[in-house]
């Protein structure tokens, strides 16, 4: 099983790695990649980019239901990602004090940071799931990578 998640991960990020190759804008990156994942990866109910607008966390691209345009500020799993600077895992949103449900049906969420070429934080890559329990280390170190083609200069 794990075998499977990894191997599609590895065909995904070779598509994107190509897909993002020529256009450096990241929006059009961020499109591309939400589009990709949330039609490739079954499991996945949303997926999206909440950016870092003048200390707001603002909606950037998604695919998925409606979503909240703004999140309420040091509350929820993808404040918890930038004021931790790291990927976080939730199994179950419902022991995740302060979780904003946009999704009522949501069951798990991972959260990764999104850094730019600087090594600034510009805002997070989020993804849901309507399955309990459905993100590990594996999902967190090749959405990682994922996240990294967003801002990486053209060609490499
Ligand atoms: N659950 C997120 C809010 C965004 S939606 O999941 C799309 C949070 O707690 O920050």
């Known amino acids: 099983m794990a075998g499977t998640k990894i191997s599609k991960y590895l065909r995904l990020f070779a598509q994107l790695e190509k897909l993002t190759e020529k256009c450096t804008d990241p929006i059009a990156r961020m499109a591309t990649v939400n589009a990709i994942l949330y039609h490739k990866m079954e499991t996945f109910s949303w997926v999206g980019f909440y950016l870092l607008k003048e200390g707001q966390l603002i909606v950037g691209p998604y695919q998925g239901h409606l979503a909240c345009q703004t999140l309420e500020k040091n509350k929820g799993v993808c404040w918890a990602g930038i004021n931790e600077k790291k990927t976080i ?8 004090p302060g979780h904003i449900a946009c999704d009522s049906h949501s069951r798990s969420e991972i959260v990764i940071p999104l850094l730019n070429r600087e090594g600034e934080l510009t805002g997070v890559m989020d993804i849901d ?4 329990n459905n993100f590990d280390t594996t999902d967190g170190r090749e959405l990682e990578k994922i996240c990294r083609l967003i801002y990486r200069q053209a060609g490499n």
């Not at 895992?89 to 995740?96: E, G, R």
């Open 129 to 132: 799931s309507r399955l309990e």
């Open 89 to 96: 895992i939730v199994p179950d949103v419902h022991d995740f």
